[in-house]
């Protein structure tokens, strides 16, 4: 078996600690959480809760794809949410981005969550 592999685009949010945006192992790849950070500027999306979540959405598909996978490979998703009262909200959006691919999920709310966003994604994935 191949030795795990980092993962960095550009197309996505610089990590914001010390961890990788994502690594590969195998033929499968762990996504860390995504928030709704835009990529290149680092700035947090402003606006409601529906485009926070495309936000966050959109640099967890860069990642996935950087890695040689997307979200039609998803595994697992694990959903975090700063207000569980956006659940309605978030699952359209997020019913949208999967579309008739349906991994395996959890969605929990949280106390808090970096930079005091609403909602954080994280994925694990096969590769292409």
């Known amino acids: 078996m191949s030795d795990p592999r980092t993962v960095h685009t ?3 949010p610089a990590a914001i600690g010390p961890y990788s945006q994502a690594v590969v192992h195998g033929d499968t790849v762990y996504c860390s959480g995504q928030v709704a950070l835009l990529p290149g500027t ?3 999306y402003v606006g409601d809760i529906q485009g926070e979540t495309r936000q966050v959405l959109a640099n967890l598909e860069a990642v996935l ?3 040689g996978s997307g979200l039609d490979r998803c595994l ?3 959903v975090f949410l700063k ?3 956006d659940f309605g909200a978030v699952n359209a959006v ?3 981005a999967f579309g ?3 991994p395996a999920r959890a969605c929990v709310e949280v106390a ?3 930079k005091d966003v609403r909602v954080e994604i994280d994925a694990v994935a096969a590769l292409r």
Request: glycine share 8%.
């Open 100 to 102: 008739d691919h349906k």
């Open 76 to 78: 697992k998703v694990q």
């Open 94 to 96: 997020y019913a949208e």
């Open 42 to 44: 680092g700035e947090l």
């Open 112 to 114: 808090r969550l970096p």
């Open 65 to 67: 794809e950087a890695a």
């Open 10 to 12: 550009d197309d996505a």
């Open 83 to 85: 207000d569980l009262g």
